[in-house]
């Protein structure tokens, strides 16, 4: 998938004009067609990002892989890598966790 941070949208968050926010990053993975197969809420929980050099106004490719998924008691638990990509190079590396509840069907 493609996606692009305009410079409006991250002027709501007061950051110097030349740096998408970490904040903003999972985004890819809210408007990709993974986030479109579950049903119900799912919460964003936890996020790692280990680089970012994501710029505004710039188109970038990110590749989301699927790392993990357990089930802890009533929660179905999925953690995500989201590699944004500029051409080869690597801009930003981020693994996001998600929550959802599972309700018992007995």
């Known amino acids: 998938m493609k996606i692009c941070?305009?410079?409006e949208e991250i002027s709501?968050?007061?950051l110097h004009e030349n740096a998408v926010p970490d904040t903003?990053?999972?985004k890819a993975w809210?408007?990709?067609d993974i986030s479109r197969t579950f049903k119900g809420v799912i919460y964003h929980t936890k996020?790692?990002?280990s680089?970012?050099?994501v710029k505004p106004d710039k188109e970038y490719n990110v590749k989301i892989t699927l790392k993990d998924s357990r089930k802890i008691k009533q929660f179905l638990q999925y953690t995500y890598e989201m590699i944004y990509y500029d051409g080869p190079i690597v801009r930003a590396r981020i693994q996001s966790t998600f929550v959802q509840e599972v309700l018992d069907e007995n």
Request: net charge positive; charged share 15%.
């Open 5 to 7: 941070f305009t410079s």
């Open 47 to 49: 996020q790692l990002v």
């Open 24 to 26: 903003l990053l999972p």
């Open 30 to 32: 809210f408007l990709s």
């Open 51 to 53: 680089d970012n050099k």
């Open 12 to 14: 709501k968050f007061l």
